[in-house]
């Protein structure tokens, strides 16, 4: 009787977390679609149109298209030079028994300490000193030092837990320590990788102070962009939701694609296992 209890009132509770999930998404998804008196009258009604006008609205109002077009661009080349980066020197950190590998890793953990806050003004005078203020390469280049260091740590604990006789057997086959990274390390390690890049993807795509202050004129970010739909008189929550809507949806996209990958890798890790 006592586990019926337990497993009804798990089961409850799932649905419950479901529902604090779901709901919110919902009212999101059907705002896009309604006017600010069809927010506030029906707030959970389904909408009585679907019209896209509120999307164009957050076109025109912020350019959002082209927003989320340089997002796309520096979030995916920062992610690219972020794993270029991090899985050499994770490889070297964790496989290579080379003396200061240790001290290495504690300096990638001290950094965790520096609040961002702290380092805005050097990067803003170190984005004007190298030329690169108001460009998206200077963003492209500094998100990676902002990921490398959990980067670093989350995946040389990934390549600690590969056995070293996999590793043992490929060097005694004759490869070398680049061919191991890639051909080896790089494939068991997928799972720590496809977290890895959901994680730079949230930080990177949802960043918005030194994108605020690095870029200017014409080229922002989506989340720059997207504060630009408020207006001084009047709030419009459609217009709102509808630019939020989509700058939601590449995460969700990226995140579901991601997923795919991991699940997939881990079923291949046990079925080789």
């Not at 529902?19 to 919902?26: F, K, Q, S």
């Not at 707030?43 to 959002?64: H, M, R």
């Not at 108001?134 to 989350?154: D, G, K, Q, R």
Request: with cysteine; hydrophobic share 55%.
């Amino acid at each position: 009787m006592s586990s019926i209890i337990s497993s009804n009132v798990v089961r409850a509770l799932v649905v419950l977390y479901v529902l604090i999930i779901l709901v919110p998404i919902y009212y999101l998804v059907i705002s896009a679609f309604k006017s600010n008196d069809a927010i506030f009258t029906q707030p959970l009604s389904l909408p009585t149109s679907l019209s896209l006008q509120n999307f164009a609205a957050a076109q025109d109002d912020a350019g959002l298209f082209q927003a989320m077009g340089v997002s796309i661009y520096i979030t995916v080349c920062a992610e690219l030079l972020t794993l270029l980066l991090a899985l050499p020197a994770a490889y070297g950190i964790a496989r290579i028994p080379l003396k200061g590998t240790v001290l290495i890793e504690r300096l990638f953990g001290i950094s965790f300490l520096i609040p961002g806050f702290a380092v805005l003004v050097p990067t803003f005078l170190l984005s004007i000193q190298l030329g690169l203020f108001h460009s998206t390469l200077f963003l492209i280049l500094f998100y990676p030092v902002t990921a490398l260091p959990l980067t670093v740590i989350m995946m040389a604990q990934f390549m600690r837990s590969i056995p070293y006789e996999i590793e043992e057997a490929a060097i005694v086959d004759g490869a070398n320590r680049l061919v191991i990274l890639v051909r080896l390390m790089i494939p068991l390690c997928m799972p720590g990788i496809a977290t890895m890049l959901i994680l730079n993807f949230l930080n990177f795509w949802n960043e918005y102070i030194f994108a605020l202050v690095i870029l200017g004129g014409d080229t922002q970010t989506v989340q720059v962009a997207l504060p630009l739909l408020k207006t001084l008189n009047i709030v419009d929550y459609g217009l709102l939701t509808a630019g939020t809507l989509l700058t939601v949806i590449p995460v969700y996209l990226v995140y579901i694609v991601i997923q795919r990958k991991m699940q997939e890798a881990l079923v291949a890790g046990y079925a080789k296992g």
